[in-house]
């Protein structure tokens, strides 16, 4: 009875063990993502760091706030930017696309960062955020890195034109905010991006 006993519990040792062993998964690289925050319009995400000068809020969320009934959002912790609003559709079609793993602006879309630097120049108080997006492809920090090499390119092209570089903030969303949810080249084209966000005074 003892030897019975004793064999189902090194049997029920070795069980637990094998099983401990196989249930173990190799770990993975994992990014961890910081708390999210909401952009209107499209998905909720969290924006890299505001570039050209420009802080995160405490909370990390680049002064993005709650949607205002005039369909601007409150833009706030930004220095001079303080309390600015956010219109995403002023400039919406002048969206700057980029070629794959490029932050290279492409002579086809000079006209449109040329028209958003003509506008600005006539309302002085008027600033702008420029915003870089990438595809799907690539790691989340690689993306994100090149996010902000297409803002900041966009930034320095419109310096060039003759807009002073304190009027304009720049931010990296990455692959997190995709245009196209698509998984094909079509798609993926649409999303290496720098769109214009124009910033109101209150």
């Excluded at 003892?2 to 519990?9: D, E, G, W």
């Excluded at 709650?66 to 409150?74: H, K, L, R, V, W």
């Excluded at 008027?126 to 993306?143: A, M």
Aim: net charge neutral.
């Amino acid at each position: 009875m003892k030897r019975t006993l004793c064999l189902n519990a090194i049997a029920v040792a070795i069980a637990v063990v094998v099983g401990g062993v196989g249930c173990r998964k190799s770990p993975k690289a994992v990014t961890p993502i910081p708390a999210r925050a909401m952009r209107a319009p499209g998905p909720t995400t969290t924006p890299g760091p505001i570039g050209g000068g420009g802080t995160l809020d405490a909370d990390g969320t680049g002064g993005i706030g709650s949607q205002t009934p005039s369909g601007f959002n409150a833009l706030a912790g930004m220095g001079e930017f303080e309390g600015m609003l956010m219109d995403t559709n002023a400039f919406a079609a002048a969206t700057v696309y980029f070629d794959f793993d490029s932050s290279v602006v492409k002579s086809s879309e000079f006209a449109k960062a040329n028209s958003v630097a003509d506008q600005l120049k006539l309302q002085p108080t008027h600033k702008l955020l420029i915003d870089g997006h990438c595809d799907e492809r690539g790691t989340e920090e690689y993306n994100r890195a090149l996010g902000e090499r297409r803002a900041l390119a966009l930034r320095e092209y419109l310096i060039g034109r003759g807009l002073g570089g304190e009027r304009i903030r720049t931010r990296s969303w990455g692959e997190d905010m995709p245009a196209d949810p698509g998984h094909d080249e079509l798609a993926w084209s649409r999303n290496r991006r720098g769109e214009f966000i124009l910033l109101l005074p209150p």
